[in-house]
């Protein structure tokens, strides 16, 4: 079994991060006739990023540091597979599938509880970013 120190998977996705900020940067501009562009303060984020990430690299690991298991890790594959399929399948089933499977796999709830927590939350978020905030979203993406 792969064993990952949590400081160091912390490393590299945030590491991940401060080079998609760096390069969407360069896409936007950082600068324009008029003054700061949109891409100006994905590049001081970037910028800022890489002299901490080396400085938390520096530092020795914690001795009680114990080895990242499956949960966590799980946890991560299960935010990117949603954030993969929320573009095509739209927020509601998006959200919906992986609520479902967030209650169902880390909080042990039975089958039914899942479903009506699941479905709950999905119906809260659509209250609030829908109704409320007035954001506008795909919902059903998929039957269009």
């Known amino acids: ?3 990952i120190a949590p400081t160091y998977l912390a490393v590299g996705m945030l590491g991940a991060l ?3 900020f760096g390069v969407g ?4 501009g950082f600068w324009g006739d008029d003054g700061p562009g949109p891409g100006l303060l994905p590049l001081v984020v970037s910028l800022l990023l890489v002299p901490m990430l080396v400085l938390v690299l520096r530092e ?3 001795s009680d540091e114990t080895s990242l298991g499956a ?3 799980s946890a991560i594959v299960l935010v990117l597979i949603y954030a993969a399929i ?3 399948a739209g927020f509601v089933l998006s959200t919906l599938v992986m ?4 209650i169902r796999l880390f909080y042990r709830q ?3 509880r899942s479903a009506g927590c699941s479905a709950s939350l999905t119906i809260l978020g659509l209250v609030i970013f829908n109704v409320l905030l007035k954001v506008p979203m795909q919902l059903f993406p998929v039957l269009q």
Do not use: N, T
């Open 25 to 28: 940067a360069f896409r936007l």
């Open 1 to 3: 079994m792969i064993k």
């Open 110 to 112: 039975s089958w039914l």
């Open 99 to 102: 609520l479902f499977a967030w």
């Open 86 to 88: 929320l573009p095509r």
């Open 60 to 62: 020795p690991l914690p």
């Open 18 to 20: 401060a080079l998609i």
């Open 71 to 73: 949960g966590p890790l």
